[in-house]
């Protein structure tokens, strides 16, 4: 089994910056793709940014110029910081990691979400 555990949400101003950390561990082979989404109004979770384990990155519209997502492979960690943020990015964030891991000896293609946490920023 494979854990994502995230930190570093709370509490900004408008126009502050944050910076969520999420790390990967367990029987894990590889990570092909880590990245953030975000709870909408309609319960979905929404793409924010991914980037691959070679490092392209992919960003929502909205938050292009803003975040810069980034990962460190040997801690299997992603990082999202967010900068300039507005009253509209208050949601609750989660990670999601595409990965190969091992089970009982058996290799599996899996992907994983992390518990969530709360971002909100106050105008």
């Known amino acids: 089994q494979v854990q994502l555990v995230e930190s570093g949400g709370g509490l900004a101003q408008a126009g502050g910056s944050l910076r969520l950390s999420c790390a990967a561990s367990?029987?894990?082979?590889?990570?092909?793709?880590m990245g953030w989404y975000r709870q909408t109004p309609e319960n979905q979770r929404a793409l924010v940014a991914t980037?691959?384990?070679?490092?392209?990155?992919n960003y929502a519209d909205s938050v292009k110029g803003r975040f810069i997502v980034s990962r460190d492979n040997a801690k299997n960690t992603v990082y999202l910081q967010m900068n300039s943020l507005e009253p509209e990015d208050t949601s609750v964030y989660y990670c999601?990691?595409?990965?190969?891991?091992?089970?009982?000896?058996?290799?599996?293609?899996?992907?994983?979400w992390g518990q969530g946490t709360q971002v909100t920023v106050s105008s």
């Open positions: 367990g029987s894990i082979i590889a990570i092909k793709a």
């Open positions: 980037i691959t384990s070679g490092g392209s990155a």
């Open positions: 999601n990691a595409d990965l190969s891991e091992v089970v009982f000896g058996h290799r599996y293609e899996s992907n994983y």
